[in-house]
């Protein structure tokens, strides 16, 4: 078992930076690929970034490309989200999930979420 715990999340102004942390504990996160994830509400959950257990491979949406980092510290087990010029539009809960696999489309486990909220 793998447990997730979000953190970071916040009010931003519009142009502000948050960075998100997903603390792993159970096991050793370094064997999975992390994603995260968001859901707006009265929206379908998307996909944002994420990065292969290596931390070698990552990948974006186009919505964030440019303005999303994703990395890993898999000493510390934890996937960091730093998130630059931060839109209205990225409110949202944001939510970790890790997967044996890549991509990690079909994540083993999730965490519980945390969430962002950017004011124009």
């Known amino acids: 078992q793998v447990q997730l715990v979000e953190s970071g999340g916040g009010l931003v102004q519009a142009g502000g930076s948050l960075r998100l942390s997903c603390a792993a504990s159970g096991r050793t996160l370094s064997r999975y690929s992390v994603g995260w994830s968001r859901q707006a509400p009265g929206k379908e959950r998307e996909f944002v970034a994420a990065i292969r257990w290596s931390g070698g491979t990552t990948y974006y949406a186009d919505s964030v490309k440019g303005r999303f980092t994703i990395s890993r510290d898999n000493a510390k087990n934890t996937v960091f989200l730093q998130m630059n010029s931060l839109k209205p539009e990225d409110t949202a809960v944001y939510y970790c999930?890790?997967?044996?696999?890549?991509?990690?489309?079909?994540?083993?486990?999730w965490g519980q979420g945390t969430q962002v909220t950017v004011s124009s």
């Open positions: 999930a890790a997967d044996p696999r890549w991509p990690p489309v079909m994540p083993d486990y």
